[in-house]
């Protein structure tokens, strides 16, 4: 079912409190939205800035780390008990570390998928059956344009497995909910001015020793994340299953480039073998 307009919606925004999430919040919150926001412990005072505070009983801010259960659930309780439904959940919480894959850890591994992809499988199950009750309900899961076309070098592999990970899952998921109504949507963002890259300060010990790396040039020359929200507003009411940010440049070139390798080797296999008869 599709959103005429946001008024008196009750919209659930992990990593709410900068970048993405943070404009999401605020954008919801100006077209009449109930907003809870949820974020790191450590970043809880962000949420006491007049931005937030100045929408008095629309905004709940929450402490939730999406890799508990336990605070995703404790999260849910909360916002039915002040908002009383859910009617679109943001899984948007991620992190990012950078190393080769031959110098990473599994502890790395662990930490990524804990948040980017368990963030978003965990936030479903608490949160979709709540949706399912509401009548009009909407999901978007942040992927990116890393977990639909992945750079080849830059020592980002993890990250963009989580996220091509949060790309299949949501493309199935929208199928699965599609009959019940309830729409779903996978963000892929390219390059957007966020604190992304600096995600380390936010680790764990539990997960191993942090990575020290040079932040690339292009990280302060994306998007603005305000820019990207009104990109997502207008995705759940058109209830497109991708959410692009870019359509022009190296975004659209490097889809292009993965499927054309793609089909170099599906010509391999033409030639080599179907044309000769010999695939089994």
Same mark, same amino acid.
């Given at each position: ?5 946001? $008024? ?10 900068s970048?993405?999430?943070k404009a ?7 077209v009449?939205?109930?907003?809870v926001g949820?974020?790191?412990?450590? $970043? ?5 800035q007049?931005?937030?505070t100045?929408y008095?009983n629309?905004f709940l801010p929450?402490?939730? @780390? !999406?890799?508990?259960i336990? @605070?995703?659930?404790a999260?849910c309780k909360?916002?039915?008990?002040v908002?009383?439904? !859910? ?7 991620? *992190?990012m ?11 790395d591994?662990?930490w990524?998928?804990? !948040? ?5 499988v ?5 949160f ?11 999901? *978007? ?9 992945p750079?080849?070098?830059g ?6 497995a989580?996220?091509?990970? !949060? ?5 199935t998921?929208?199928? &699965?909910?599609?009959?019940q ?18 995600? &380390? ?6 997960y191993?020793?942090?990575? &020290?790396?040079?932040?690339p040039?292009?990280?302060n $020359?994306?998007m603005?994340?305000d820019?990207?929200a ?5 995705g759940?009411q058109?209830?497109?299953e991708?959410?692009?940010?870019? *359509?022009n440049?190296i ?12 089909? @170099? ?9 179907l044309d000769e008869?010999k695939a089994?």
């Amino acid at each position: 079912m599709k959103f005429d307009n946001f $008024q008196d919606c009750t919209v659930v925004i992990t990593g709410a409190a900068s970048g993405i999430g943070k404009a999401l919040a605020l954008k919801f919150l100006d077209v009449g939205s109930n907003v809870v926001g949820a974020d790191l412990p450590t $970043q809880q005072s962000e949420f006491t800035q007049p931005e937030f505070t100045k929408y008095e009983n629309k905004f709940l801010p929450v402490a939730c @780390d !999406v890799s508990s259960i336990n @605070d995703l659930n404790a999260m849910c309780k909360k916002t039915l008990e002040v908002y009383g439904e !859910v009617n679109i959940l943001i899984n948007n919480a991620g *992190v990012m570390t950078r190393s080769e894959l031959a110098k990473s850890s599994i502890g790395d591994w662990e930490w990524i998928f804990a !948040v980017n992809l368990f963030g978003v499988v965990r936030g479903i199950e608490v949160f979709l059956p709540h949706l399912l009750l509401s009548g009009k309900a909407h999901i *978007v899961n942040t992927g990116s344009m890393a977990g639909l076309a992945p750079r080849l070098e830059g020592g980002q592999a993890i990250y963009s497995a989580s996220k091509a990970s !949060v790309v299949s899952f949501s493309e199935t998921l929208r199928a &699965e909910l599609a009959p019940q109504s309830v729409g779903v949507s996978v963000l892929c963002p390219h390059s957007i001015n966020t604190d992304i890259w600096r995600s &380390e300060k936010h680790r764990p010990n539990s997960y191993g020793e942090s990575h &020290e790396f040079e932040i690339p040039e292009r990280a302060n $020359q994306g998007m603005d994340p305000d820019h990207v929200a009104e990109l997502v507003l207008a995705g759940i009411q058109d209830d497109r299953e991708y959410i692009f940010t870019d *359509v022009n440049g190296i975004t659209t070139d490097r889809i292009p480039t993965r499927i054309a390798r793609m089909d @170099d080797d599906l010509d391999w296999l033409r030639s080599k073998f179907l044309d000769e008869g010999k695939a089994k």
